[in-house]
Nanobody, 121 residues
């Protein structure tokens, strides 16, 4: 069974920090990238950061310099360190994994259930 499980969300004041974690089950045998998206109320889901095989990372301009993505390829885990949080960072954060169940299955995007991040005074 494929599972993508996020943890680490919560409430914090502006300027604070949070660290999100996401673990993908070993049933995703081939992983090409892992990353984070977010969706604020009334807005479309947007990409936050992605860690691609080979060490390439990319970030949404809105979080550059404040958020850092890191990945543990051995354990199929990805982290998002969020510093200097702003109220506009408030959203549900979703982990996504792009990969294959096995080398003969199609490339697929797998999603977690999301974790709430709230930034308010």
């Amino acid at each position: 069974q494929v599972q993508v499980v996020e943890s680490g969300g919560g409430s914090v004041q502006p300027g604070g920090s949070l660290r999100l974690s996401c673990e993908a089950s070993r049933s995703i045998a081939v992983v090409y990238s892992m990353g984070w998206h977010r969706q604020a109320p009334g807005k479309q889901r947007e990409k936050v950061a992605t860690a691609v095989n080979g060490g390439y990372m990319n970030y949404n301009d809105a979080v550059k310099g404040r958020f850092t993505i890191s990945r543990d390829m051995v354990n199929n885990t990805v982290y998002l360190q969020m510093n200097s949080l702003k109220p506009e960072d408030t959203a549900v954060y979703y982990c996504n994994v792009f990969g294959r169940i096995n080398p003969s299955t199609p490339r697929t995007e797998f999603w977690g259930q999301g974790t709430q991040v709230t930034v308010s005074p």
